[in-house]
C-alpha cells in the first residue's frame, strides 16, 4: 500500500531540511577582484598620474632625441586621443544601439592601435637616444602601470561580457593613455624650447 | 563557523561602508551559505549559482551605504538577493531546467548528518525538489521554504497571487507523487 503525504506533511518536511550548499572558495577572490577593478575606477585621478609620468620623463632622453621623439609620439597620440575620445564619448553617453555599441567598439580598437605605436616609438626612440637606461625603464614602468590596468580589466570583462560598465572603464582607460602620452608630447616640446633658448 | 551578534554585523556593516574590505569578507564568511543555497534551490545550476552570489555581493558592497540600519542587515541583504535572482532566473531561463540531479557530494560535504537515513532522507527531498517545473519550484521555496506569503509572491516573483497559488498546489501535486512510499 502507498503513502502519500498530506500537504501540510510535504511542507513540514521541507521546513525541517536545513541542507545547506557551500560555494567554490574562489568566489569570494573573484568577488575581492571585482571591488578592485570597481574602486580602481572610482579612485582614478588622472592629474597625479600624469604628475609621476612627468618626474619620471624629465630625465629620461637625451637632448638629440628629443625632437624625433616628439614627432612619433605626437602624430600617433593625437589619432589615438581623437579615436579615443570619440569612443568614450559613445560609451558614456549610454549605448541605445547595436549601431553605436559597435562604432564605440571600432574606436577603442582604433585608438589601442595607435597608443600602442605610439608607445612603441617612445620606447624605441628613448632607446636609440641612448638615454639613462635607469630612467627609460622608469618610463617603461610608468606606462606599464595602466597597461597592466586595462590587462586586468580586460581580464575581468571576458568574464563579464554583458557589463558596459567595464567597457566604459576600458575606454576611459585608452582616452587618458592617449592624453599622457600627448601631455608627454607637450613635455618634451618643453625641453626642446629649453635646449634652444640654452636653458 | 562561529554566529555574529546584531551588534556585530552592525559593526562590519558600518566599516564596510567605509571601504574596509576585511569587514565585508567577515559579512561574506557569515551569509554567504543561506545565499548560495538560495540561489541554489531557485536555479538547481551550480555555476548559475555562483554567478549569482558573486553578483549578489558585488552590488551589496556597492549599495551598502543605502542601508538605513532601521530593519536587520539580513532582511536587507535577503530581499536584494533574492531581486538579483529572480532577475537572473528570467534571463537564464532557458538554463535552469536541466539538472535534475542532485549533487550528492556537495550535500554531504555541506553539512553534518546523523545518520545515513537522514543523508537519504535529504537526498530524496533535494532529488523531489528538482523534479518541479522552474515556476512551482520557485514558488514552492519562496512560500514553504521561506516563508512568504502569497501576496509578498507577488511582489517579488512578479506573479499574481491566483498563479502563486496554483503553482504551490502544483508543487505539492508533484512532490506528493515523488515522496510516496510503500508502506
Redo the contacts between chains.
Sequence with gaps: ?????T?DE??L???K????????ND??R???D??KV??RSKNFIFIDTCTGFYKNCLSAFPGESVLLLRVAVLFFALSGFIFAGIGYMSFKSGLNSEHQYKSAMKDIKEAEKLYKKAKASLLLLAKEGKGDTVAINSVIENISVIDSAIAEVKAVYEKQPENKELLVFIGTMYYEQTNLLLKTNAMLENMENRTRGGI | METLTNDEVIELVRLSVQ?D?NA??KL?DQY???I??LA?RMTTDHLL??DI??DI??RV??KLHTFKFESSFFSWLYRLSLNVIMRKTKSNSKHTTGNNEV?VE??L???KFESSDSIN??ID??RA?LKLPEQPRKI?ILY??EGFSHKEIKEIAGISEGASKAHLSRA?AV??KE?????
Design positions: 500500500m502507498k503513502h502519500n503525504y500537504d510535504i511542507d518536511l521541507y521546513k531540511n536545513q541542507s545547506q550548499f557551500i560555494p567554490g568566489i569570494w573573484n568577488i575581492e571585482s571591488i570597481k574602486e | 571601504g574590505r565585508f569578507k561574506y554567504n551559505r543561506q548560495y543555497t541554489m549559482s555562483q552570489l558573486q555581493f558585488l558592497w556597492q549533487d556537495e550535500l560535504s555541506s553539512q532522507g535529504a527531498l533535494e525538489l514552492f514553504v521554504m505539492r512532490l506528493r515522496l510516496q512510499y510503500e508502506t
